[in-house]
């Protein structure tokens, strides 16, 4: 059974800081692409930024030059570096991840972490 969970959710003021972890655990053979993904309410969920196996990144155009994501690959774990936060920010936050085990491959998702950026 592979699990994901996510940590570092939070209250701060615009202008501020936050960093997320989601780890993965379980019987892994290895992880792919590892994902962040925000969802405002009354809203789709969007991808922020995505880690490829070998480290080549994405960002949404929004979170570009604010927002940073790394893995760190020996502890199955990736983050999600979010500076110069504002309001519209706020959304639970949620790690999505392709991970293989002995028997298959598929996409994962964590539980989901709120940030809550007040003006």
């Not at 059974?1 to 996510?6: C, D, F, T």
Request: charged share 15%.
């Amino acid at each position: 059974q592979v699990q994901l969970v996510e940590s570092g959710g939070g209250l701060v003021q615009a202008g501020g800081s936050l960093r997320l972890s989601c780890a993965a655990s379980g019987s892994i053979t290895s992880i792919h692409y590892m994902n962040w993904y925000y969802q405002a309410p009354g809203k789709q969920r969007e991808l922020v930024a995505s880690i490829s196996s070998g480290g080549s990144t994405n960002y949404a155009d929004s979170v570009k030059g604010r927002f940073t994501i790394s893995r760190d690959n020996a502890r199955n774990t990736v983050y999600l570096q979010m500076n110069s936060l504002k309001p519209e920010d706020t959304a639970v936050y949620f790690c999505n991840a392709a991970i293989s085990t002995s028997f298959t491959l598929r996409d994962y998702w964590g539980q989901g972490t709120q940030v809550t950026v007040s003006s």
